[in-house]
T-cell receptor
C-alpha cells in the first residue's frame, strides 16, 4: 500500500520568504501527484497536478517538482504572503487501482 | 460554474439515527469518492465509484453506505452502526479513461453527533 509522508507537519515563516514543502511516497509506480491547499473548515483546492512523465509544473508563485525514482515531490512557494497561510496536502494516484493516497499535510503560517 | 456541491455544510445526528450527506457534480466526471477527515489523521477513503450503479469499499467503509444511481450524484449515508461519526466529510470526483485524473473536491460537510 502506498504511504505518503509530509514533513514538516507545521511551518511558520515571515512574509516574503521563499519556502519548500516536502512530500515523499513509498511506491514509485504512480500515475500522478497532486498538491492541494485547504483553508480551515473548507474543502481542498487543487493547486498543481504533475503527471508521472513530468518533472515539474508551475502556476504563478508555485512550482511543484517530481522525482519518481526517489519518491519525492516538493512544492516551492516564492515570496510568501499571509494569504498563503493554509494546510498543504499532497496526494498520489498509483498506476493501478482507483484511489489516491494523501499525506497528513503541512500547516503553513506566513507572519506579516 | 462547474464544480462539486456538498450539502448540508453542517449536520447534527442523534444517537441511533441514519443521516445522508449529499454530493452533486456537474463536471461530467465518471469517478466519485467520499473521504473522511479527522484531526491528525489525514484523509481516509470511505467509498468510491468509477461508474453509475457500481461502487467499491475504501479503507473505512464499515457503518457507511452509498448509492450511484446517476452520474452526477453520489450520496453517503452514515448509519447508526458507525460508532464515531463525528468528522469532516469530503466528496471528490475525477475524470476517467486516459485523462489527467485530476481530483476536485467539494466544500465538505461537518457532521456532529449530539
Amino acid at each position: 500500500k502506498q504511504e505518503v509522508t509530509q514533513i514538516p507537519a507545521a511551518l511558520s515563516v515571515p512574509e516574503g520568504e521563499n519556502l519548500v514543502l516536502n512530500c515523499s511516497f513509498t511506491d514509485s509506480a504512480i500515475y500522478n501527484l497532486q498538491w492541494f491547499r485547504q483553508d480551515p473548515g473548507k474543502g481542498l483546492t487543487s493547486l498543481l497536478l504533475i503527471q508521472s512523465s513530468q518533472r515539474e509544473q508551475t502556476s504563478g508563485r508555485l512550482n511543484a517538482s517530481l522525482d519518481k525514482s526517489s519518491g519525492r515531490s516538493t512544492l516551492y512557494i516564492a515570496a510568501s504572503q499571509p494569504g498563503d497561510s493554509a494546510t498543504y496536502l499532497c496526494a498520489v494516484r498509483p498506476h493501478t487501482g482507483n484511489q489516491f493516497y494523501f499525506g497528513t499535510g503541512t500547516s503553513l503560517t506566513v507572519i506579516p | 460554474d462547474g464544480g462539486i456541491t456538498q450539502s448540508p455544510k453542517y449536520l447534527f445526528r442523534k444517537e441511533g439515527q441514519n443521516v445522508t450527506l449529499s454530493c452533486e457534480q456537474n463536471l461530467n466526471h465518471d469517478a466519485m469518492y467520499w473521504y473522511r477527515q479527522d484531526p491528525g489523521q489525514g484523509l481516509r477513503l470511505i467509498y468510491y465509484s468509477q461508474i453509475v450503479n457500481d461502487f467499491q469499499k475504501g479503507d473505512i467503509a464499515e457503518g457507511y453506505s452509498v448509492s450511484r444511481e446517476k452520474k452526477e450524484s453520489f450520496p453517503l449515508t452514515v448509519t447508526s452502526a458507525q460508532k464515531n461519526p463525528t468528522a469532516f466529510y469530503l466528496c471528490a470526483s475525477t475524470s476517467g479513461g486516459s485523462g489527467r485524473h485530476e481530483a476536485f473536491f467539494g466544500q465538505g460537510t461537518r457532521l456532529t453527533v449530539v
